[in-house]
């Protein structure tokens, strides 16, 4: 029997699950974050693979969701160089790559950024031909100086072609080994937003090769020989190829992760869930089982970037948070002992106070190993101060004032209640701890497109089954089992002041990864297009 | 005494230029970056009162027009506006003393910072419409009987189109087919007048007002003090609070439509609000009775920032505050309600004025 693992590092813990092929849970246990990522890895894997006694060699499918790309990041650590390649002029210059972003990141990649003519119009007319001869004399100028390159051209999402034009000439002068980022695959329309992901995406690929490269050898270390797979923002997963050349859709990966995983644990497809970390609590909706997505700029380390995102409500409040008393004044959070809560959390013997403890006093769970006295009051306070958060979070995030289902996930999630105003119900289901893992283990593989198509030739029938068909092409590439593919949302936004009644489309398919069944895998497109007649 | 312009002012300007938006007028965020890389190439910009300006002066508005879904992903090269007011100046055979926005709206307020930093003239503090509205001749400029044309209409790639009409509506026609052979954005230069015809024509003040209300907006206060500083300062009111719960779109004639609807919350337990937009906010019916009507001013505001939310930003869930502005003076008048009113829009009802004092 085939298995897979389910991997999810957070801020505080790595939570590794081990699934059968029917998805049940066989295993499960949460260590501690190391350092090194890796080694909490390697001794959480181990422990499952202990406690289940399932043969390493039955692990067919490793699934990883990890916070490596976004630290390094925030913490500009192991960062490359990357030649910033704009197609647009003699359009855009008025506004040059990295406007609006810190200083420190301005400074250093401004050296290699460019504007070069080329670029599209809104309707996929060239704004001007692709200059060519300024490509080549770049790419043997950034040639030995850069670890990456970033390209984006102007619509893009419209006409794909020079972006791709452009990254073969400089795969033809910077060979086979350095990455390039296009933009088209990352970003929708908003040049400025897009181009800041791609050059993000670009800086951060060396950390994705040696972060997937060292979760690779961990596995091997123990005897693991599956495919890898890591989760992206959107509660989807990618090939370890595709991760490495797109590896910022990992970012927000372990919200989208607990998104999943709650709706696969409760069999709800359209929930709020409510994820209670150690120093964190996100709030996301669930819509046909997959996490809403953001429709505002999102800041990555103090850049405004435009690729998809988990639309999350994230509060300062986790099982960690520290309990401040100043004068009247209680406070709980945002400060957190986070992983130290084991050493230092009251009701682990230690002698800080943090919301774990504040429950504890009140005895509305039990959790650690020591009894915890704080003052009645101070606990009173302190926990409906907390709670009141909670459920304006969860307030927001809901599309209406009817009362929706409500998920708690998270390890903290226990410090939480039963009711909540404005939820019909709260469901806590088995394994609430470990979501996060089991999200990833569960997930599908996803294509999308997301461009604007013009309705005035073509009926809106016509347009919706070209922006699928796109889609489905895009998944079954991603590895997708076509038999298996279901439009996940569908997204019109009319535009103004566009001749032809403009209209940007959005469509995401999600199916199961074609290798689960390896004897019904296909390619052919005959079959993509019988999968596309449901539709 | 000079008054200048430096580049963190920009950003005070575009964010209170969004709040008289009312949910149109353009990205701030790139017309801001723009004005921003100008200033800092060439050092900060005079503002101007147009009084300041001798009779004879002239005076030609910049300004962009457009998709702001084209302006985001197409920026402009930075070269058009100057090109579109260098060649009318050549046209008309004379020197401009200043340049003035045609709108506040987030865009167009920053767009002649861009032109008057270039070419080293002052920005006359004031606009065309106290506000912004989307066709050209809804402005002051046109009420005052100053034609468009001759205007300019350029784009990146260094095609210039120079119009002669008969009328503003045909300006607005011919403009608008330009601009989307182009690729659906362009510069202007257009409505150019002497600063003693335009002295009676514009609604002034808005430059300064706007970088006000960016201030007070940005200030870090309580969200409840900030937006009665704002409600006190631009002589406004509160509409309405609460949630969205449903926003539908639709494309009519090349115009973003739509409707908005929203439960009350706090004080407005229980009611409920619509607003009714074509690019910008035009109507607010609280419980079926129109409470404010364009062309007074109807914005929406984050609850939690007390910052503008623009109609393509709406959203599901957003907790919002709407709050009414009373709209210039001129706007008003009988003659001008026709070219502006809630009926021009296709809604049947009647101008509902705000009922709080005009502080323009």
Known sequence: ?535 | MKRLIHAEDIEYLALGATVLGTGGGGDPYIGALMAVQAIENHGPIELVSIDELDDDALVIPSAMMGAPTVMIEKMPSGDEPIQAFQQLEKFLGRKAAATVTIEAGGLNSTIPFVVAAELGIPVVDADGMGRAFPEIPMTTLHVGGILATPMMVVDEKGNSVLLSTKDNAWTEALSRNATITMGGSSMLALYSAEAKRMRNNLVHGTISKAIQIGKLLAKHEDTSVRLANLLKFVGGEELFRGKITDVMRRTVGGFARGTVSAEGLSKDEGAVCRLEFQNENLIAIRNGTPIATVPDLITVLDQETIRPITTEELRYGQRVVVIGIPCADVWRRPECLELVGPRYFGYDINFTPLDVPVSL
């Open chain 1, 1 to 535: 029997m085939s298995h897979r693992l389910g991997i999810d590092v957070g801020g505080t813990n790595t939570d590794v699950v081990l699934l059968n092929s029917d998805n049940e849970v066989v295993a499960k246990t949460k260590v501690a974050v190391t350092t090194d990522i890796v080694t909490g890895i390697r001794t959480a894997v181990a422990q499952v693979l202990d406690s289940s006694g399932i043969n390493p060699a039955q692990i067919t499918h490793a699934m990883l969701g990890t916070t490596q790309v976004t630290n390094a990041i925030i913490e500009r650590s192991e960062l490359n160089d990357v030649a910033i390649i704009r197609l647009g002029a003699p359009a855009t210059r008025a506004v040059k790559p990295l406007a609006g972003w810190p200083e420190d990141l301005r400074e250093r990649y401004a050296k290699y950024s460019w504007i070069v003519g080329g670029g599209h119009e809104f309707d996929g007319r060239e704004i001007a031909p692709l200059d060519e001869e300024e490509l080549q004399s770049i790419a043997h100028c950034v040639k030995g100086n850069v670890g990456a390159v970033a390209v984006t051209g102007v619509f893009s999402p419209v006409n794909t072609s020079h972006e791709e034009r452009a990254a073969r000439i400089f795969r033809e002068v910077l060979g086979e080994d350095i990455p390039i980022s296009l933009s088209y695959q990352l970003g929708s329309v908003g040049l400025l937003e897009r181009e800041n992901a791609t050059v993000l995406n670009a800086a951060v690929s060396n950390v994705a090769k040696r972060a997937t490269l060292s979760f690779q050898q961990a596995l091997v270390d123990l005897d693991v020989y599956a495919d890898l797979y890591l989760a992206q923002n959107d509660g989807t997963l990618m090939s370890v190829d595709y991760a490495l050349l797109y590896p910022i859709l990992t970012i927000a990966c372990g919200p989208t992760n607990s998104m999943r995983g709650a709706a696969h644990l409760t069999g709800m497809a359209n929930a709020v869930v409510v994820d209670v970390g150690g120093t964190s609590t996100d709030v996301g909706v669930l819509v046909n089982g997959f996490p809403r997505e953001s429709f505002v700029a999102v800041d990555v380390g103090g850049v405004r970037t435009n690729f998809r995102m988990p639309d999350l409500y994230s509060l300062g409040l986790g099982g960690g948070s520290l309990v401040i008393e100043k004068g009247d004044d209680v406070t709980v959070g945002p400060k957190s002992v986070g992983y130290r809560i084991v050493q230092e959390g009251r009701a682990f013997g230690g002698s800080t106070t943090t919301f774990t403890d504040v429950v504890v006093a009140l005895n509305k769970a039990k959790v650690g190993t020591h009894e915890v006295d704080v003052p009645h009051e101070l606990a009173d306070t302190a926990y409906k101060m907390a709670i009141q958060k909670v459920a304006e979070a969860v307030d927001r995030m809901k599309t209406s004032a009817k009362p929706v289902p409500l998920v708690l996930v998270g390890g903290g999630s226990v410090l939480l209640p039963n009711e909540f105003e404005g939820v019909s119900e709260v469901h806590r289901p088995e394994n609430f701890d470990v979501a996060n893992a089991i999200g990833a283990a569960i997930a599908q593989v996803s294509g999308r497109v997301d461009r604007i198509f013009a309705m005035d030739k073509k009926s809106r029938d016509e347009v919706l089954e070209e922006a699928k068909s796109i889609a489905f092409a895009e998944a079954i590439r991603a590895g997708a089992d076509a038999s298996t593919m279901e439009v996940v949302e569908v997204e019109e936004v009319p535009i103004a002041y566009l001749p032809g009644n403009a209209v940007r489309i959005k469509v995401t398919v999600a199916g199961t990864l074609a290798s689960y069944h390896a004897e019904s895998r296909v390619n052919s497109p005959d079959v993509r297009a019988d999968a596309n007649a449901d539709y």
